[in-house]
Structure formats: structure tokens, C-alpha cells
């Protein structure tokens, strides 16, 4: 039988959004993910500037925040966001890869919360941070 840490990362692999955005799950365990998005031009919403647009990042940070709550020990199940904030802080670097690393904090019987950060190469300078609540599927 499959881990529920092995569950997650198939559900995160398999949604085609993900797919087609060109994600990848690099870590996943105890409440933590961490996906990778590879620059792509067709992802660009400055075409002057070559700067991904604001919506693909938020999309790598709302799956992987998802993928941290499925990961939770403390998560019988699935998923859904209920509330996402992202505050932009700059935009990342056109040819750069953008990564989020997510931490689901705090787990109740139906709510999960969680904080994440977007990053280019340059690490210690994020491009965005949020935090959101998710639902917490099944019951304990």
C-alpha cells in the first residue's frame, strides 16, 4: 500500500495544470512541500520584460501549499484551498526557475493552515509569500 506522503505526490503530479505549467514536486514529507517551476516563455505576462506572469506563480504556490496539507500527519485526506493570500514582493528574474516552499503549521479538525514563499535563484530575496487556509478532508 501506498504512503500517504506517495499519495500526494501522484495527486500533485497528475493535475494537469501542474503538468502543464511544467511543476515539480522536489520534497514532500510531514506537513512541507517544495515544487519547482522552470522558466517558460509562454508564461510571460511582460513581453517587454520576459517576467513570468503574477498568475503562474500563484498557481505553483496554491499546489504547493496543497501539497504540504496532504502531507500533514495530521490530514486524513484530501484537500481544497478556502483562502489564499500572496503578497508580491518582486518579480522574479525572466530565465530563472521559481520555487515555493510551503509549511503546513497548524492542523484543526477541519482547517489547515499554512505559510509559503516563492523564490527565483536568488533565495534569500523572495518574489512573493503567502499564507492560506485549507480544507481538511475526512475525519480522525
Do not use: W
Amino acid at each position: 500500500m501506498a504512503s500517504k506522503t506517495e499519495i500526494a505526490r501522484q495527486f500533485i503530479e497528475a493535475i494537469p495544470h501542474s503538468r502543464a505549467l511544467g511543476m515539480q514536486l522536489t520534497e514532500l514529507s510531514d506537513g512541507v512541500a517544495v515544487i519547482e517551476m522552470p522558466y517558460d516563455s509562454r508564461l510571460v505576462g511582460d513581453p517587454e520584460t520576459g517576467v513570468i506572469h503574477g498568475g503562474a506563480v500563484s498557481a505553483l504556490m496554491d499546489t504547493c501549499c496543497g501539497a504540504a496539507v496532504m502531507s500533514h500527519p495530521a490530514n486524513p485526506g484530501g484537500t481544497a484551498t478556502i483562502d489564499l493570500r500572496i503578497d508580491y514582493m518582486r518579480a522574479a528574474k525572466p530565465g530563472q526557475r521559481i520555487t515555493a516552499r510551503a509549511t503546513c503549521y497548524h492542523v484543526t479538525r477541519s482547517v489547515a493552515f499554512v505559510r509559503a514563499t516563492a523564490t527565483d535563484e536568488d533565495a534569500d530575496n523572495p518574489v512573493a509569500a503567502a499564507t492560506g487556509a485549507f480544507t481538511v478532508e475526512g475525519s480522525r
